[in-house]
């Protein structure tokens, strides 16, 4: 109540602490402060509106709805422009907020475009561009306002309103808008142009029927004066649409070629040479990209000399038709300087050489039907086509994990069976690359880091299933197929914390529990977990090995080994578990062993062996190939209607089910997606080898909420097919 602004704005946030840990006390701050109207202090006001607003966000993520009245309330009854824009912000920023309930505050925000303060109107842009993210016909009725930003004196906000209007423009006014750009783009640094190039990216994708004109403009830029990561934007930019936007290939790449023709970023140039390399002979002709290659083994460094000689070798490899004109180019350049070129060419002309003589190319008659014309492409079993085109079946990083993994498992170096690929242990994709599928990342986005910076290196895998090759009693299993992440048995504030992490073998399941004693005067002895098999039809318990000694503060693991049924199908198994053990009495000082010691059991959570456990997540380099290889018959379909409220929710669940890795970037629910059905690739490595595709579509269904799953899985075993499909629950 006091009349000093900055004694109010004080005295809330001490109150705030005070009652930070109270729930319910923060909630009566914030309506005994909204209702009172007691408050002067816009710094105090503000932050009641963030009070408030950290209340809703808490209750949506709990599952409560309650109304934002607090906030409107503040919001029409403040004079200050700092208090009405936190009120608008925070509104914009409701979780599961609906577009008709943002009005009010886009409103506000749509009078603040026009403010003589650039604070204001920066502020205001950023949060309608962040809306526009996710609403952007809300933000669209700002259009007039944001498009006389465009000429604003200062570069941020000009950026934002260009951004903005992209994300918000309708596909009539596409040409417009790109006319205004084009000459704010030539003024701005490129730190600016990077972000406006990102924004035309994603029009592209809304708007895919004017890719031509917005390719166009992209590759103009490509052209002017520009740093490596302007220009490294645009080429990933056009790389991204042309994965995205088939459409968009044969016109992209003529633009890519006439850029390198005048490239002075060999990163780039290397990029650009392999993307033709893989996308080039298979467009309607090919030949025409050829010349653009072989200039850069006239002219290039080394470097980019020999991503040219690998190039044309893609093309002699996939087009029998150029391998005589394409032979005479790359024997031209065995002479090289360079070794690394040298040695390309030399492998390139034995392989395609060795192919021709056994695969001759007998050119049609002149005259002849052009339907009856035979495909230009390679014959079964053509040598070159497989040496120069096939992909490794993993990455050399996968490859170098996968043979540690070999190595560290028990009696494989004393093995006389050869080493191939077929024999290496499946390694699952790493968290990082899991991380990045799921939140629908690039796999050809290059690295951002500028050069010259120390990069943080990337720790090494861990071997979850080393400690179990460390028993001698468990050596006869084998191989570890997988190792699930650890599961929390018990709660972590209790006396006795429980985790447990399932290693998979091809017979058996390892359960290793990891124990921590938090209780001081006490030693854990003679440790198991006892685990109940009996409604088990698919599993049940052939050994566990106890653990002695575990005292204050330690952690250690006992171990129970799961025998499966091979004749049976796998489905999902649950088990009680109980943890019980000898507990010995000891000083907490000493250690020494004092009183009597006594059978002690402790009940743990359920623990469940689910048939995605049995699922490695693997990616695979190309989905579409790969599915049309795997064929259809071993396919199931089925259809599922599944309650979730929110598509991001049912995607997440779907892939939670299956357990397998989700590919080209179909992770991710695009923002605006304007209620479209979303695919899902996915893909994995079942504990049999067999390698598992799976296509499903969800989509929304009606106002009421729930989801319609639509799902197709391929492998070459209609029953591993079968289980993968009864995952969905």
């Known amino acids: 109540s006091s009349p000093n602004e900055m004694v109010q704005f004080h005295a809330m946030q001490l109150l705030y602490q005070i009652k930070s840990h109270d729930r319910l006390g923060v909630s009566k701050l914030v309506q ?35 109304g934002w009245i607090p906030i409107l309330g503040v919001q029409s009854q403040a004079k200050s422009e700092m208090v009405v824009y936190e ?44 809306v526009a993210i996710m609403h952007p016909r809300v933000v669209a009725k700002c259009n007039e306002d944001l498009e006389a ?47 406006v190039v990102r924004s035309l990216q994603q029009l592209c994708l809304t708007y895919p029927a004017k890719h031509r004109v917005l390719v166009g403009f992209l590759s103009n830029f490509l052209r002017e004066e520009g740093g490596f990561d302007f220009k490294r934007s645009i080429v990933d930019s056009i790389v991204a649409l042309i994965r995205s936007v088939p459409e968009t290939t044969e016109s992209s790449l003529l633009h890519l070629c006439e850029f390198i023709e005048d490239c002075e970023f060999t990163m780039l140039s290397t990029q650009i040479l392999h993307l033709l390399g893989d996308l080039g002979p298979g467009t309607s002709a090919p030949a025409r990209y050829i010349r653009f290659i072989y200039n850069r083994v006239i002219l290039e460094n080394s470097a980019v000399r020999a991503a040219a000689v690998s190039a044309l070798a893609k093309f002699a490899a996939h087009c029998p038709s150029l391998r005589t004109s394409v032979m005479t180019l790359l024997r031209r350049s065995l002479n090289d300087e360079d070794d690394e070129t040298r040695d390309r060419a030399a492998i390139a002309v034995s392989v395609i050489d060795d192919a021709m003589v056994k695969f001759p190319y007998i050119a049609p008659a002149e005259d002849a039907d052009p339907d009856e014309v035979p495909e230009d492409k390679p014959a079964d ?34 093995s006389s069976e050869p080493v191939t690929v077929d024999s290496l242990p499946v390694v699952e994709d790493t968290a990082d690359e899991i991380a990045r599928a799921m939140s629908g990342g690039d796999a050809l986005e290059l690295d951002t880091a500028p050069l010259g910076s120390v990069l943080e290196e990337k720790k090494a895998p861990v071997d979850a299933a080393a400690v179990v090759y460390d028993i001698p009693e468990l050596a006869s299993l084998g191989r570890a197929f997988r190792s699930s992440v650890p599961v929390q048995l018990t709660e972590s504030e209790t006396e006795y914390v429980v985790q447990c992490v399932k290693h998979i073998f091809a017979n058996h399941v390892v359960l290793q529990f990891i124990v921590q004693n938090t209780i001081e005067e006490q030693r854990l002895d003679n440790v198991t977990v006892v685990i109940d098999d009996s409604e088990s039809e698919v599993f049940n318990v052939s050994g566990e090995i106890a653990v002695d000694g575990i005292t204050y503060g330690e952690t250690k693991n006992c171990f129970t080994v799961l025998e499966r049924n091979g004749e049976a199908p796998l489905s999902p198994s649950t ?16 250690g020494e062993e004092e009183g009597d010691s006594f059978e002690e059991e402790y009940p743990l959570e359920d623990l469940e062996v689910s048939t995605s456990d049995f699922m490695a997540k693997v990616s695979v380099p190309d989905f579409r190939k790969s599915w049309e290889t795997v064929g259809n018959s071993s396919e199931v379909l089925e259809k599922f209607a599944l309650q979730f409220k929110k598509m991001e929710d049912a995607v997440a669940a779907v892939i939670d089910f299956l357990g397998m890795q989700p590919c080209d970037g179909t992770g991710a629910v695009k923002p605006n997606a304007g209620g479209k059905p979303h695919m899902l690739h996915l893909s994995g490595v079942f504990v049999t080898g067999q390698n598992v595709l799976a296509r499903a579509q969800i989509a929304m269904q009606g106002e009421n909420g729930g989801v319609v799953l639509k799902i197709a899985v391929r492998s070459e075993d209609e029953q591993i097919s079968r289980m993968v499909a009864d995952c969905i629950r």
């Not at 475009?113 to 920066?122: A, E, G, H, M």
């Not at 604003?152 to 309708?170: M, Q, V, W």
């Not at 040496?387 to 170098?400: G, H, V, Y």
């Open 32 to 66: 005994q402060f909204s209702e009172r109207n007691s408050l002067k202090s816009p710094l105090a006001l503000v932050l009641l509106i963030r009070y408030a607003a950290k209340l809703l966000h808490d209750d949506a993520a709990e599952g409560r709805t309650q």
């Open 575 to 590: 088990f009680t578990c109980e943890l019980r053990f000898l507990v010995v009495q000891v000083d907490p000082a000493t």
């Open 149 to 195: 930003l465009i000429g604003d004196s200062n570069r941020s906000i000009a950026t934002l309103a260009i951004t903005t209007l992209l994300k918000t423009g309708s596909e009539n006014s596409v040409d417009r808008l790109l006319k205004q750009i084009s000459a704010f783009l030539t003024d701005i640094a490129d730190e600016y142009k990077i972000t």
């Open 381 to 414: 079993g053509d040598t070159a086509a497989y040496i120069l085109l096939d992909a490794l079946p993993m990455s050399f990083d996968k490859l170098e994990r996968s043979l540690k993994a070999y190595v560290a498992t028990p009696t494989t170096m004393s």
């Open 87 to 130: 009120a608008a912000r925070a509104i914009c920023n409701l979780p599961q907020i609906e577009p008709q309930e943002l009005s009010s505050a886009i409103s506000v925000l749509q009078l603040f475009l026009s403010s003589p303060k650039p604070t204001v109107r920066f502020a205001s842009i950023r949060t309608l561009a962040m």
